[in-house]
């Protein structure tokens, strides 16, 4: 079975490609989602993070976001003490998954592959892209934040042509249905990768 990572900025449409994946029937794993619920589930996870950041990261046991993304964005060191808490437990926890599947290949849907230099963990790396104007509308519209915020969080991730040069393969995804064509076309080459032995 193959590892595909799934990545590209804040924005570029990461979980609409990891959608069409999954309609294609593939397992996807999306760690922001999986982090969040570790981040309420894992004892362990949790102390750490209360001892890093305070108690108001957490109200009434429920994650605040708000207080923690107001904390790290503007903290490189900060968040990279956070990722340092809660990409190892995700990674051990998607390591598990990937053992109870039995398909020709499996996706992981995560935003620093390439910052945080783990391309070699993945057999292939997709990347997805798209206009930076095009990314910072959406994430305005989406978390109906300030262009400023949305600026604040693209400054913690690498610039695109950049990643190209390290991803195996990308999608530029502006136009939904020009994506859905390459997601198949691409689907239908893992397919010939994952059951080809070189």
């Given amino acids: 079975m193959k590892i595909v990572g799934l990545t590209g900025g804040i924005g570029s449409g990461k979980s609409t490609v990891a959608k069409m994946f999954r309609e294609l029937g593939v397992p996807v794993y999306d760690s922001d989602e999986e982090a969040k619920k570790l981040m309420v589930s894992s004892k362990k996870v949790k102390k750490a993070i209360i001892e890093l950041l305070g108690k108001g990261a957490y109200k009434d046991a429920v994650l605040d976001r708000a207080f923690i993304a107001g904390k790290v964005f503007k903290d490189p060191e900060l968040l990279q003490q956070l990722n340092a808490i809660v990409h190892p437990a995700v990674r051990a926890h998607f390591l598990k998954?990937?053992?109870?599947?039995?398909?020709?290949?499996?996706?992981?849907?995560?935003?620093?592959?390439?910052?945080?230099?783990?391309?070699d963990k993945y057999d292939y790396t997709l990347l997805?892209?798209?206009?930076?104007?095009?990314?910072?509308?959406?994430?305005?519209?989406?978390?109906?934040?300030?262009?400023?915020?949305?600026?604040?969080?693209?400054k913690n991730q690498i610039e695109d042509d950049e990643k190209m040069h390290l991803a195996d393969f990308f999608i530029e995804n502006v136009d939904l249905e020009t994506t859905r064509q390459k997601v198949k076309d691409l689907h239908a080459k893992l397919l010939a990768l994952s059951a080809s032995k070189f």
């Fill in 97 to 119: 998954w990937v053992q109870k599947k039995a398909v020709p290949y499996v996706i992981q849907e995560t935003a620093l592959i390439f910052e945080n230099g783990v391309q």
């Fill in 128 to 154: 997805i892209t798209s206009p930076k104007e095009i990314r910072l509308q959406r994430v305005m519209d989406r978390d109906g934040v300030s262009e400023q915020q949305v600026l604040e969080r693209m």
